[in-house]
């Protein structure tokens, strides 16, 4: 079946400016979760969601990062007035429950110029 | 506090040579377990994992990892690596199986593979 999807694989952004990232679940899982890996390090958690509802976002480094997960499928990440450093490769990833395995998907980069 | 460590930033190895990649985990409880690959463009794939059960578990293409609690380890090994396991390499923990939550990856290894 489809794996985890996330759009656009690109996207470049000046300075200021606002971005959505949206990642499609596994169809089925309840758990999503958002991650950011910047060059040469490993993913760092961002936020986990059960259903609509953020089980957990204390990895959202600052109010300008957002997440919503509407009807409990699809979500979308939201950063306002992005920073140069808010360039990295952001992954989602789903599962089946809370406490399954993870799928993740190929990731969005985001470039801040 | 929760980490990770992965020791080695970049091995290189032979190809038909063993492998031996370490990690080692500080964590509250006996955690769940992961190794993951990620090759260049691509997205995570996992190898394998552990929660409980036999210390040495199996995974896809060749590889293996043992848990060691009192060295609070889960080292990835393959007896002999072949030149498409170049890649990055991952190594995660997250809460017992069935709690839900975050996983914690660990810096990452680069493999390069030497004809």
């Known amino acids: 079946g489809a794996g985890v999807s996330q759009t656009p694989s690109n996207k470049v952004t000046e300075k200021g400016k606002y971005v959505e990232l949206r990642c499609d679940p596994i169809?089925?899982?309840?758990?999503l979760y958002w991650y950011r890996q910047s060059l040469g390090q490993g993913p760092e958690f961002l936020i986990y969601f059960q259903g609509t509802g953020a089980a957990d976002d204390s990895g959202l480094p600052n109010d300008r990062f957002f997440a919503v997960r509407p009807e409990g499928s699809v979500s979308t990440l939201k950063i306002q007035r992005t920073e140069r450093g808010d360039s990295a490769v952001y992954l989602c990833a789903s599962s089946r429950s809370g406490g399954d395995e993870q799928f993740f998907g190929p990731g969005t980069r985001l470039t801040v110029l | 506090a929760q980490s990770v460590t992965q020791p080695d930033i970049h091995i290189t190895v032979s190809e038909g040579a063993s492998l031996e990649l370490r990690c080692n985990y500080s964590y509250g409880a006996t955690p769940y377990l992961f190794w993951y690959v990620q090759s260049p463009g691509q997205g995570l794939q996992l190898l394998l994992k552990?929660?409980?059960?036999?210390?040495l578990v199996q995974g896809i293409k060749g590889f293996e990892a043992e848990f060691k609690r009192s060295q609070s380890s889960f080292n990835l090994r393959k007896p002999s690596v072949h030149w498409s396991d170049a890649a990055e390499y991952f190594c995660a923990v997250g809460p017992p199986y069935n709690q839900g939550g975050k996983l914690i990856f660990g810096q990452g290894t680069e493999l390069s593979v030497k004809p």
């Open positions: 169809s089925g899982h309840t758990a």
């Open positions: 552990y929660f409980s059960g036999d210390t």
